[in-house]
């Protein structure tokens, strides 16, 4: 059986092109679009919200966060200036105690001791008792110093007279102007010791007290 093959020197047949008459000839259909599944559709939902979310969140905390910070108030800038200078300012002087106001003084002011008798020319023999005395004067009138003007009272409350000139350093009789004051002896009857010596400007003056030291 034999073969018409081309010879080398034959000129090659063209390859018959498209088939141009009749039916076209059969082409297979494309193959179909596969769709996605429900799990995939649930996981883009899913997915999708919690994106949302997560914007919105992020949303809101840049919102707080601006509205925050304008809201706080610049204390710095707002501080009073004077701050240092009341804190550096002394204890107040009115907590401080006020210092207190010495005493008045006494008008007539009488001081009293014991001292020894001294008798005078006049002394009759007895025992007595005599008291040294200064009279200060401390008013604004004129007081005045008599041996009479004088009681002695002694640790058993019994009161004595003033004897007169008896003690040869008896106080003198005389006007002590203000501010002036004088000292001298008065004498009472008898062995005693002596308390206290009471000392009246005038026959219905107040009694001035000197305790005897």
Same mark, same amino acid.
């Given at each position: 059986?034999?073969?018409? +093959?081309? $010879?080398?020197?034959? !000129?090659? =047949? /063209?390859? *018959?092109? @498209? +088939?141009? $008459?009749?039916?076209? !000839?059969? =082409? /297979?259909? *494309?193959? @179909?679009?596969? $769709? ?178």
């Amino acid at each position: 059986m034999s073969h018409n +093959y081309p $010879g080398p020197n034959q !000129p090659q =047949q /063209p390859y *018959p092109g @498209p +088939y141009t $008459g009749g039916p076209a !000839p059969y =082409q /297979p259909p *494309p193959p @179909p679009k596969k $769709g996605l599944s429900n799990w995939a559709i649930a996981g883009i939902t899913v997915g999708g919200a919690f994106a949302f979310l997560i914007l919105m969140g992020a949303l809101i905390s840049s919102g707080d966060d601006s509205g925050s910070t304008a809201s706080k108030p610049n204390t710095v800038a707002q501080a009073p200036k004077d701050t240092a200078k009341t804190d550096t300012k002394p204890a107040d002087k009115k907590e401080q105690p006020a210092k207190a106001k010495p005493a008045p003084e006494a008008p007539v002011k009488v001081t009293a001791k014991n001292t020894t008798f001294k008798p005078s020319v006049l002394h009759d023999g007895g025992a007595y008792t005599s008291i040294q005395v200064t009279i200060t004067n401390n008013s604004d009138e004129t007081i005045s110093s008599n041996p009479l003007n004088f009681t002695i009272t002694d640790t058993d409350g019994t009161k004595h007279a003033s004897e007169l000139a008896v003690d040869k350093n008896q106080i003198d009789t005389l006007d002590i102007e203000p501010g002036e004051n004088i000292t001298g002896v008065i004498t009472g009857k008898g062995d005693f010791t002596a308390k206290y010596v009471t000392y009246t400007d005038g026959w219905f003056g107040e009694g001035i007290r000197g305790n005897v030291s």
